[in-house]
C-alpha cells in the first residue's frame, strides 16, 4: 500500500472512530422528543440535515412536511452512528433561535469547511467571512448602499432579461406552440445577472458562442456540489483534527486518480470548478480595485467592456465603502474574495430556481398567467404614457422598460414572487449547533419519547439542529388550511370579492409591524416567511445567505425583472404533445441542495436537470 492509500484510508479510520465515539457520548444526552425510527444504527434519517445518506436527501420535499405534520413543529430525528438532530419549525422555537438566542445556535459550518478542504487556496474561509459587526460597519450603515443603487442596477437587469427574450422569441417563429428546455437559458441569465449587477464582470453567459472557462465553471457550481453531499458529514471531523496544510495534503492524496469510483471523480471536478472561480475571483478582484483607483473617463473617451456596469456593481460599492472606512473596519482582500464568492454562490443557484419555479407555476396555473400579463401590460402603457420623452423606456424590439418603482411595486406580480418564495424555498434546509445547553420553548406543544406533551425541550451542548424553513413556510397553524397550495391571492390587499384574503393580508401587516399574529410569533426578514431566515444574523454570517442584505433586493428585482419582461409576449404551458414514444413529459421537482426539475419516467431519466415548457408567443 503506497503513502498516500495509508493516509488517505487513516483519514477515513480517524473520522468514523470520531463519528462512533461521538455517538456514545450522546446517549447520556439523548433528546426527548418523538420522531420516526431509525433503520439501522448505522442509516439515519441524516438526508434532512445535509448528511451523507443520500437516498433519505434527496428528493425529501414530502417527507419534511410529513414529519413536521405528524410529530409538530420539533421532531426527533436520527443521523449517522445513533447521532440524533433536533428538525424544527415551530414558530416560537425559531423566533428564539435565530432572534432572541442566537449566539447559542451557531451555524453549522459544514459547507464551508467542505471547499475550504478541497480548494489549495481558501476560496471560502471561515476566517475570512467577515464578522457581522464589521460587515454593517463597512458596508449596510453606509448610506452609498441604498435603494438608489438598486435604481441604477435595474437597466444593467433590464438588457439581459431582453437578451434572454430575444432568445427565446428567436425559437418561436410562429404562433404556434414549440416545446424548449427553460433551464439552460434562464441559469445563463441568472449568470449574467449575478456577475454584471454583483462583480461588474461581463460574463456574456447568453451569447453561447463566447464561453469561458470562469462562467463554465460558475455554471455547474451547484451540480456538483449537489454531488459530492457525502463528503459533508466527514470532512468537518477532519478539518479540526488537522492543520489547513495537513487538509489540504489529504485532499489533494483524496482526489488523484487513484480512487476512480463516481464519487471521487465528482470530488475531482468540484476542486476543479472551485479551483477556476478562485483564480478567477483573485483576478477580477485585483482588477476592480485597480479599476476604481483610476480616474473615471469623460464619457466621451470610456471604453467600458464591463457591460456598462463600471462603478455602479455592488462588488465596486463594497470597495468604495471599505477603501473610505477606518482602519480597524476595514476588510482584507481575503475577507472581501471570501464574501465576493460567497455572494455569487448565494445568489446564482437561488436565483435561477426561483424563477424557473415561477414560471413553472404560471404555466401550470394559466388563469394566474393571463391575470399578471393584464397587470404588466396595463402598467407598461401607464409608464409609456406619463414618459414623455420615453428616455430608456423601450428596448430593441420596442417593449417598454418599466422604472424601478413600477416594476417593484407591481402587486400582482409582487404576489406571485412571495408565494412562489415561501412555498419553495431555493435552500430547504440549513444546519445549527449548539455552543452550550439550552432550553427552546415551543409555540405548539409536541410528545415527548413517554408520550407526554411538552412545551420545551432541554437541548445539549454541541447537539445538531435542523432548521426546516420548507416546514415552517407549509405551517397549517401560520398560513391556514390552505398553506401548501400556491394562491398568489393571499398576498393582495384590495381585491373583489377576496375578502378572506383581504383579512389575511391585513393580519400580515400586522406581523409585520409587531412579529405577532394571534401570539405567535413570525421571524422572518422577508414578509414574514422563513424563506431567508431571521434576526440579524440572516444574511451577515451563513454561507447559504450572507449575500441576503446585499443581495435580497437585488434577487426580488432580478426575478421581477425576469417575469415582467417574459410574461407579456410569451405564453408558457406544460408540455402536453407525445414525443416519439408517445410519451408526454412530465415535471417533477427533486429537493436536493436545491429544488431541482426533472422530467420523470418513461420520458425522461428523472435525474437530469430539465424544464421543458411549451411556449408560443402571445397573440395581440
Known amino acids: 500500500m503506497s503513502f498516500p492509500h495509508l493516509i488517505g484510508y487513516s483519514v477515513l479510520t480517524l473520522a468514523v472512530w470520531k463519528l462512533v465515539r461521538r455517538r456514545a457520548s450522546r446517549k447520556a444526552n439523548a433528546l426527548d422528543v418523538a420522531g420516526p425510527e431509525t433503520e439501522h444504527w448505522w442509516k439515519g434519517w441524516v438526508s434532512l440535515a445535509f448528511s451523507n445518506m443520500e437516498s433519505v436527501f434527496m428528493d425529501s420535499f414530502e417527507y419534511c412536511l410529513k414529519i413536521a405534520a405528524h410529530y409538530g413543529g420539533a421532531v426527533k430525528i436520527h443521523a449517522m452512528f445513533g447521532e440524533e438532530w433536533l428538525f424544527v419549525s415551530d414558530p416560537r422555537a425559531l423566533h428564539h433561535m435565530l432572534v432572541k438566542e442566537q449566539h447559542i445556535f451557531e451555524e453549522n459550518d459544514n459547507f464551508i469547511l467542505l471547499v475550504s478542504s478541497i480548494v489549495r487556496t481558501s476560496l471560502i474561509d471561515p476566517s475570512q467571512v467577515p464578522t457581522s459587526s464589521s460587515l454593517a460597519r463597512v458596508l449596510f450603515l453606509n448610506p452609498v448602499f441604498s435603494i438608489s443603487n438598486m435604481r441604477e442596477l435595474l437597466p444593467i437587469i433590464q438588457n439581459i432579461s431582453h437578451q434572454l427574450k430575444s432568445i427565446l422569441v428567436s425559437n418561436l417563429p410562429t404562433h404556434h406552440p414549440t416545446e424548449l428546455d427553460e433551464l439552460p437559458w434562464l441559469s445563463r441569465s441568472s449568470l449574467d445577472c449575478i456577475c454584471e449587477g454583483v462583480l461588474g464582470y461581463h460574463s456574456a453567459a447568453l451569447d453561447t458562442g463566447k464561453e469561458n472557462e470562469y462562467t463554465e465553471a460558475l455554471r455547474m457550481l451547484g451540480l456538483s456540489i449537489s454531488k459530492t453531499i457525502l463528503f459533508r458529514p466527514i470532512v468537518p471531523v477532519v478539518m479540526r483534527n488537522f492543520s489547513l496544510y495537513w487538509c489540504k495534503k489529504i485532499a489533494d492524496w483524496l482526489t488523484i486518480s487513484w480512487l476512480p469510483t463516481q464519487t471521487m471523480k465528482d470530488l475531482r471536478e468540484l476542486r476543479r470548478i472551485v479551483e477556476v472561480m478562485d483564480s478567477a475571483s483573485r483576478n477580477i478582484l485585483q482588477e476592480k480595485k485597480a479599476a476604481l483607483a483610476m480616474p473615471s473617463p469623460m464619457p466621451s473617451q470610456s471604453h467600458d467592456t464591463s457591460g456598462g456596469t463600471r462603478g455602479k456593481d455592488i462588488m465596486s460599492i463594497m470597495l468604495r465603502a471599505n477603501a473610505s472606512s477606518t482602519e480597524g473596519d476595514r476588510l482584507s482582500d481575503a475577507e472581501l474574495l471570501g464574501q465576493m464568492n460567497v455572494m455569487i454562490f448565494a445568489g446564482l443557484e437561488t436565483t435561477s430556481a426561483a424563477v424557473a419555479r415561477a414560471l413553472y407555476m ?45 416594476l417593484m411595486n407591481l402587486p400582482f406580480l409582487d404576489a406571485v414572487v412571495r408565494e412562489t418564495l415561501r412555498l419553495y424555498p431555493s435552500l430547504p434546509v440549513l444546519g445549527r449547533r449548539m455552543t452550550s445547553a439550552a432550553s427552546v420553548p415551543l409555540q405548539f406543544p409536541v410528545r415527548s419519547l413517554s408520550g407526554e406533551e411538552i412545551n420545551t425541550i432541554s437541548v445539549a451542548k454541541h447537539q445538531a439542529i435542523v432548521i426546516s424553513i420548507i416546514a415552517a413556510n407549509h405551517n397549517q397553524a401560520v398560513w391556514g388550511e390552505d398553506a401548501s397550495e400556491w394562491k398568489p391571492e393571499r398576498w393582495l390587499n384590495s381585491t373583489q370579492g377576496q375578502l378572506l384574503c383581504v383579512q389575511k393580508r391585513k393580519s400580515l401587516i400586522k406581523i409585520l409591524l409587531d412579529g405577532v399574529k394571534d401570539g405567535v410569533k413570525y421571524t422572518g426578514v422577508y414578509s414574514s416567511m422563513m424563506t431567508f431566515l431571521a434576526g440579524n444574523r440572516s444574511c451577515m454570517h451563513d454561507v447559504d445567505l450572507l449575500s441576503l442584505n446585499l443581495g435580497l433586493k437585488f434577487a426580488e428585482m432580478e426575478i421581477k425583472d425576469v417575469l415582467a419582461t417574459l410574461v407579456p409576449d410569451i405564453h408558457f404551458a406544460l408540455p402536453s404533445e407525445p414525443d416519439e414514444n408517445g410519451h408526454v413529459k412530465e415535471i417533477y421537482w427533486k429537493m436536493t441542495s436545491f429544488h431541482t426539475p426533472v422530467v420523470k419516467a418513461p420520458a425522461g431519466d428523472g435525474e437530469t436537470p430539465h424544464l421543458p415548457l411549451s411556449l408560443r408567443l402571445v397573440r395581440e
Open 362 to 406: 404560471l404555466a401550470k396555473h394559466p388563469h394566474v398567467q393571463q391575470q399578471l400579463r393584464a397587470e404588466i401590460c396595463d402598467a407598461a402603457t401607464a409608464h409609456q404614457a406619463v414618459d414623455v420623452d420615453h428616455s430608456h423606456a423601450k428596448d430593441g424590439s420596442g417593449s417598454v422598460r418599466l422604472s424601478y418603482d413600477s
